[in-house]
């Protein structure tokens, strides 16, 4: 078959995307001299500083490597001895971590059913019949995804009242916010809206993603300060997750947080996302939904979803349901977009 050409991104993750050129002049400028290391430069405290603003709370900043690092430190520094996770079956801790978490950490994940990729307060309730069990590890922590591996969004006052069903039983909250920056964009897209669905609605600890949008190794872990473990510094260095040269992980940040450049970059990427939604949605047979982050969820028949990879790849979803995922990025263009629309309506053309 003849497909147009192919667009210059791929449609398959925004962990495909290089890193924007700011957040490469923000590592260029702070690569000068000699300074602290281990956080002691300047530049860590000023990042520090500009988080504990952005979350208008006191709280403590550990700057790690990578996501699923991010969420190990977290975790670790929420969670006492026999104690448990509860999380969606579709959790980046459960589904996509190679078990670091148990491994790591030495605990149990209990996932839940969760269709729509969210955990409930009826989920919390649930679990909560094993407390003071002493034949039954003790669910501690839960955790969830904002926004999900399924591209939903839980809104403000569904994290409000996870977060009050879990304090209720002595349980604490992390946030995996890989892709934080996308829901803040997409539910109001302003600071005020990062705070109200964090440590507003009673979260405990954030995973606050920069690689997915625009950052190289660029991940900080937010804990809210009294809640978690003082044994949080030890744990993100028993993590293997402390940067010696810190100095250019918060160079990154710096410049995201500076004028809200995080959310700018989220913001374009949810609407590459609607642009592709518009130029398809004709199509009643990929069931998709308006997107509310830059991710939608296609069914294609076997023999369009094969051509497809073969021309732009994007990688599978559900197998059973001959769901994929498509996925945009702070560097994807209108062009971009429009050229892969025109092979998708190529590769139904030709059936």
Request: charge should be negative.
């Amino acid at each position: 078959m003849s497909f147009p050409p192919a667009p210059a991104r791929f449609f398959a993750s925004d962990n495909f995307s290089g890193a924007h050129p700011r957040y490469l002049s923000a590592v260029e400028r702070a690569n000068s001299g000699h300074v602290m290391a281990y956080g002691g430069d300047e530049i860590t405290k000023q990042a520090t500083k500009l988080f504990q603003e952005l979350c208008d709370t006191d709280v403590d900043v550990l700057f790690t490597f990578n996501g699923t690092g991010s969420n190990i430190v977290a975790l670790g520094s929420l969670l006492r001895s026999a104690e448990s996770v509860l999380c969606s079956e579709w959790a980046h801790i459960h589904v996509d971590e190679t078990g670091a978490p148990e491994h790591i950490l030495g605990i149990k994940l209990q996932d839940v059913d969760s269709p729509d990729a969210k955990v409930t307060p009826a989920h919390i309730i649930s679990a909560s019949s094993a407390l003071g069990n002493v034949h039954h590890v003790q669910p501690g922590v839960v955790s969830i995804t904002q926004a999900t591996e399924l591209g939903t969004v839980y809104s403000i006052e569904e994290i409000r009242a996870i977060c009050e069903t879990a304090h209720s039983y002595g349980m604490r909250v992390h946030l995996d916010g890989a892709r934080i920056a996308n829901a803040t964009a997409s539910l109001g897209g302003d600071v005020a809206t990062f705070r109200a669905l964090t440590f507003g609605a009673g979260v405990d600890a954030v995973s606050f993603g920069g690689t997915k949008n625009g950052m190289f190794g660029a991940e900080a872990v937010l804990l809210r300060r009294g809640v978690a473990s003082d044994r949080s510094g030890f744990i993100r260095k028993q993590s293997t997750q402390l940067p010696s040269k810190m100095r250019y992980t918060a160079a990154q940040f710096v410049e995201a947080l500076t004028n809200n450049f995080w959310i700018e970059t989220a913001s374009h990427a949810n609407k590459m996302a609607m642009r592709l939604y518009d130029a398809l949605a004709h199509i009643d047979s990929l069931q998709i939904s308006s997107p509310a982050v830059n991710s939608l969820y296609p069914i294609l028949p076997v023999a369009v979803k094969e051509r497809l990879q073969a021309w732009n790849f994007f990688w599978d979803w559900d197998v059973s349901r001959s769901q994929v995922r498509w996925m945009t990025s702070w560097d994807t263009s209108p062009e971009d977009v429009d050229a892969f629309a025109a092979g998708v309506l190529a590769a139904f053309s030709e059936q």
